[in-house]
Structure formats: C-alpha cells, structure tokens
T-cell receptor, first 114, second 116 residues
C-alpha cells in the first residue's frame, strides 16, 4: 500500500533561518504530491503541488519543493522563515487518480524561535 | 475564493446523543466532498467520500451506520455521528473538490467534537 513518511515530528528553527521539511513516499509510480499547512483555527491550506514537469515547484508564502524521483522524496523548503510560519505541515499524495483520495503523512510541527 | 466552512467549530455532547456537523462550500459547487478525522498530534485519516446525489463511500474500518453522511446539494455535506461515545471525540475535517478541478481539495477549519 502506498504511504507517506515525514521523518521529523517536530522541528525548531530560528526566525530568518532556512527550512527544509522532509517527505518520502512509497508508491510504484509517481503520485500527485502536495504540501499543506495547518494553523490553529484554520483549515488546511495548500502550499504547493506537483503533478508533472519541472521538478522544482514554487508555492505560496515563499515555499518551494523539489521532487526527486530517485529518492522518492518531495521536500519542502523556505530560504528564510518568519514567525508566522509556525504551524503543522503535512505532505500528501494522490495515487488513485480516479478518486483523488489524499493520503497524508503524519505531519511536522514547526516552531520558530526569535 | 474556494472557501469551505464547517459548523459548528466546537461541540460537546453527552454519550449516546447524535451530533450533526455541516460542511459548506461557500463560493463554489462541489460534486465531491471528503470527511477526515484527525486525532491529537496525528495525521488526517480519510473516513469517507461524499458525492452529491449518491451514497457516500466509506473507507475500510469506518462504520457507515455510525457516521452518516448526506450530500444533499452541491454546496452542503453533513456528517452525523450517531450514538456518540467518548472514543468518537476527535477533530473532524471536511474538504470540497472545486468543480472539475478534481486535483485540488479545499479544507474546512474543522470541528472539535468532545463526547462526555
């Protein structure tokens, strides 16, 4: 069965520092890949997605992610984090393209310190 | 655009009662909506797929008689937790698929259910 792994449960980064959140998937083919952010009291917000084409994807809020087929990874990056980036981040995949069901990773909680 | 609301945002009920949670797409029509459950500090687990005008499709292990889903219109899906028990306490989240753009789901803010 397909799965999504986010190895880091919790990451703490200083404001202004760079960020990389890891995501690996297990699936025979290339799935559709997503990164969502969840802030308290708000719904999950789509940061970016990858379906095909350029493996470096730009998203909202200054985030980007790179798809690496050889590593089955889709890591999320941001060159300089802001205090408002503190939230829970979820990587997700769609592998059954007929029903668009999302399979989520376990999430990474990001804490920003001054 | 593409806003999804949920009501209520928080509900506390007694064991044995039923609770209805509404999910609305405010500015678009959604043929398909999804219902998820999120346990504390854990990921979202898909419970069921709600299709307008037809029966919901439940994931393996989800009791369809306990979690009743109705997708009566293109902008509204409801989840009713019947005869709720403390183990049903959780964070319930819905999402709606924007029209024909079936690759993008928009999520509601979630409903915190506490069963006493």
């Amino acid at each position: 069965a397909q799965s999504v792994t986010q190895p880091d449960i919790h990451i703490t980064v200083s404001e202004g520092a760079s960020l990389e959140l890891r995501c690996n998937y297990s699936y025979g083919a290339t799935p559709y890949l997503f990164w969502y952010v969840q802030s308290p009291g708000q719904g999950l917000q789509l940061l970016l997605k990858y379906f095909s084409g350029d493996t470096l994807v730009q998203g909202i809020k200054g985030f980007e992610a790179e798809f690496k087929r050889s590593q089955s990874s889709f890591n999320l990056r941001k060159p300089s984090v802001h205090w408002s980036d503190a939230a829970e981040y979820f990587c997700a995949v769609v592998t059954n393209f007929g029903n668009e069901k999302l399979t989520f990773g376990t999430g990474t909680r990001l804490t920003i310190i001054p | 655009g593409a806003v999804v609301s949920q009501h209520p945002s928080r509900v506390i009920c007694k064991s044995g009662t039923s609770v209805k949670i509404e999910c609305r797409s405010l500015d678009f029509q959604a043929t398909t909506m999804f219902w998820y459950r999120q346990f504390p500090k854990q990921s979202l687990m898909l419970m069921a797929t709600s299709n307008e005008g037809s029966k919901a499709t439940y994931e393996q292990g989800v009791e369809k008689d306990k979690f009743l889903i109705n997708h009566a219109s293109l902008t509204l899906s409801t989840l009713t937790v019947t005869s709720a028990h403390p183990e049903d306490s959780s964070f319930y989240i819905c999402s709606a698929v924007l029209g024909t753009h079936t690759d993008t789901q928009y999520f509601g803010p979630g409903t915190r259910l506490t069963v006493l």
